[in-house]
C-alpha cells in the first residue's frame, strides 16, 4: 500500500492561499469521506486541522479549508501567516488488506 | 486537560523488545478507539496500530503483524505497544493518538523515540 501522494513543498508570502493536493485511489480518499488534515511544527506532534474532508475541530482558524473531488482531496490555507510554516499531512481509511488508514507523504508549506 | 503521554521508549537492541505506554487523562478512556502511528526520522507519519474500546477488535499493519502487540488498560486508563524482534527499520517517534468517529486522530501524545541499533 503506498502513500497518499502530495507534493513535497509548496510556498506562499503573507496574506496569499495555497491549495495542497493529496492524491489517492478510489480504495482510499475516492472510497470514504474520511479524509483528514495534520499540521505538524518541527519537534512537535500532530495536529488536526480537518477531519471528514471538510470539518474543522474547535479551534482550528477557518482560514483552514478541505475539500475532495474523486480520488483527490486538498487543503486550502487563506490569509497565510508566517505560523502556518509547518509540514501537513493527509490521511483517509483505506480498504488494503496491508493497512487500515494510510498518511500522505507530507507537504512542507514554506511563507516566503 | 485532555492529554495523552506516552513513555517506554529507548534504545534496544535488534531482536530485543520494548513495550510502550501511553497514559491517558482529561477524558473518557474507555470510549475511544486508540491508534499508534510512528515517524521515522526526517520521514512522515505511517499508520501502525488499532484497538477499539475493549480489545475485541484490533488490527495492525502488515509492517509490524507478529511482531507488535497493541492493548489496553480501562481500568488504568493506559493503551500500550507490545514490540518484539525488533528491526533497525522500526526506529522511530512512536505516537499514540485518539480516534474520533471517523477515524481523524483529535489528540496526539508527545511522543516516544524508538532506537534500535546494535
Known amino acids: 500500500q503506498s502513500a497518499l501522494t502530495q507534493p513535497a513543498s509548496v510556498s506562499g508570502s503573507p496574506g496569499q492561499s495555497i491549495t495542497i493536493s493529496c492524491t489517492g485511489t478510489?480504495?482510499?480518499?475516492?472510497?470514504?469521506?474520511?479524509v483528514s488534515w495534520y499540521q505538524q511544527h518541527p519537534g512537535k506532534a500532530p495536529k488536526l486541522m480537518i477531519y471528514e474532508v471538510s470539518n474543522r475541530p474547535s479551534g482550528v482558524s477557518n482560514r483552514f479549508s478541505g475539500s475532495k473531488s474523486g480520488n483527490t482531496a486538498s487543503l486550502t490555507i487563506s490569509g497565510l501567516q508566517a505560523e502556518d510554516e509547518a509540514d501537513y499531512y493527509c490521511?483517509?481509511?483505506?480498504?488494503?488488506?496491508?493497512?487500515?488508514?494510510?498518511f500522505g507523504g507530507g507537504t512542507k508549506l514554506i511563507v516566503l | 486537560e485532555v492529554q495523552l503521554v506516552e513513555s517506554g521508549g529507548g534504545l534496544v537492541q535488534p531482536g530485543g523488545s520494548l513495550r510502550l505506554s501511553c497514559a491517558a487523562s482529561g477524558f473518557t478512556f474507555s470510549t475511544y478507539w486508540m491508534h499508534w502511528v510512528r515517524q521515522a526520522p526526517g520521514k512522515g507519519l505511517v499508520w501502525v496500530s488499532r484497538t477499539n474500546t475493549d480489545e475485541s477488535n484490533t488490527r495492525h499493519a502488515d509492517s509490524v503483524k507478529g511482531r507488535f502487540t497493541i492493548s489496553r488498560d480501562n481500568a488504568k486508563n493506559t493503551l500500550y505497544l507490545q514490540m518484539n524482534s525488533l528491526r533497525a527499520e522500526d526506529t522511530a517517534v512512536y505516537y499514540c493518538?485518539?480516534?474520533?468517529?471517523?477515524?481523524?486522530?483529535?489528540?496526539w501524545g508527545q511522543g516516544t523515540m524508538v532506537t534500535v541499533s546494535s
Open positions: 478510489s480504495s482510499d480518499i475516492g472510497g470514504y469521506d474520511y
Open positions: 493518538a485518539r480516534a474520533r468517529a471517523g477515524g481523524a486522530f483529535d489528540i
Open positions: 490521511s483517509s481509511y483505506t480498504r488494503s488488506s496491508t493497512l487500515e488508514l494510510v
